[in-house]
């Protein structure tokens, strides 16, 4: 079992910055990749990057590239996603995931068992 607790959301400017931190509890999160994912007012769930459990590699949307950077702290079971030169559309309640046993970073939503309650990132412009 792997639980997942999101902080650090907030309120922000457009083209501010923000950094989440994702805290796991349970002995498998050195063993599982992590990922971010998102989901806007309306919207479906969408992937925005995923780190293997080395942190080593790390994989992002398109429209993060560039912007935000996800990585994790085995040492201190944390995952973070520093996330920079925010835009309005980047609002979203945001969500830590763990994919036990997988070993590249993966932006398939069925592949993570475990979700965290998510964290509101709202950019005002």
């Known amino acids: 079992q792997v639980q997942l607790v999101e902080s650090g959301g907030g309120l922000v400017q457009a083209g501010g910055s923000l950094r989440l931190s994702c805290e796991a509890s349970?002995?498998?999160?050195?063993?599982?990749?992590m990922g971010w994912f998102r989901q806007a007012p309306g919207k479906e769930r969408e992937f925005v990057a995923a780190?293997?459990?080395?942190?080593?590699?790390?994989a992002y949307a398109n429209s993060v590239k560039g912007r935000f950077t996800i990585s994790r702290d085995n040492a201190k079971n944390l995952v973070y996603l520093q996330m920079n030169s925010l835009k309005p559309e980047d609002t979203a309640v945001y969500y830590c995931?763990?994919?036990?046993?997988?070993?590249?970073?993966?932006?398939?939503?069925?592949?993570?068992?475990?979700w965290g309650q998510g964290t509101q990132v709202t950019v005002s412009s």
């Open positions: 780190v293997n459990r080395n942190g080593d590699s790390t």
């Open positions: 349970g002995r498998t999160f050195s063993s599982a990749g």
């Open positions: 995931a763990a994919a036990p046993g997988v070993v590249q970073p993966t932006a398939l939503s069925f592949r993570y068992n475990y």
